[in-house]
């Protein structure tokens, strides 16, 4: 399995501009998890989705962010409109089973520059 | 919900000696602890992991201790060798959910 594909790995955008962070889980995992890192806040959870259905999403930062997961093998994180402090690396990570205890497999992360 | 604090921020230490890296959490209902390791530019990967029905885990040079009583969790690494340089996080859950609450990350530097 070619673990958790993320795309893309880089972007550059100006503020104002519409983001769309997307997310390929582990073929047959049922759980997938959005984090962000930065230096100052590190890795947050920003959204975790149970078999296609988002579970918890109190760690998104506000309005401008929205995550969808149509099936089971895709999900996308948009960011509209983005800001200069949206700035960070969005992890999406992905696990067998739903439930506390699931190791959690992370993709290369997308490395997002907002100016 | 999950609280997680992590010391040092930053540990340096002799190769072959060994480290140990401290988390505490703040909520008693979490059951699960992994430890996370990241190095420069790349994703984090689970290198162990503990349950809250075991006290310790070992696993080659790297073991996991849990204390439930003191809500604290230690990565102890043996025989430290250049490769394990890196940053290390801790994790836990919020107690019944599945996503993990990460502490702040130890980067760990092994002079030679």
């Known amino acids: 399995d070619a673990g958790v594909i993320q795309s893309p790995r880089h972007e550059v955008t100006e503020m104002g501009q519409e983001v769309t962070l997307r997310c390929k889980p582990i073929s047959g995992h049922n759980s997938l998890f959005w984090y962000r890192q930065t230096m100052m806040r590190g890795l947050e959870l920003l959204i975790y989705f149970n078999n296609n259905v988002p579970i918890d999403d109190s760690g998104m930062p506000e309005d401008r962010f929205s995550a969808k997961m149509p099936n089971a093998s895709f999900s996308t994180l948009k960011i509209q409109p983005s800001e200069p402090r949206d700035s960070a690396v969005y992890f999406c990570a992905s696990s067998f089973l739903a439930g506390p205890g699931n190791i959690q497999y992370f993709g290369a992360g997308t490395r997002l520059s907002v100016l | 919900g999950e609280n997680v604090e992590q010391h040092p921020s930053t540990l340096s230490v002799q190769e072959g000696d060994s480290a140990v890296i401290k988390c505490t959490y703040s909520d008693s209902a979490s059951n699960y602890f992994p430890w996370y390791k990241q190095e420069l530019g790349k994703r984090p990967q689970l290198i162990i992991d503990?349950?809250?029905?075991?006290g310790e885990k070992k696993d080659q040079r790297i073991a996991v201790t849990l204390n439930k009583t003191a809500k604290h969790f230690s990565l102890h690494i043996t025989e430290t060798q250049p490769e394990d340089s890196a940053v290390y996080f801790c994790a836990a859950p919020e107690g019944g959910a599945d996503g993990l609450t990460f502490g702040k990350g130890t980067h760990l530097i092994i002079q030679p």
């Open positions: 503990i349950r809250s029905n075991v």
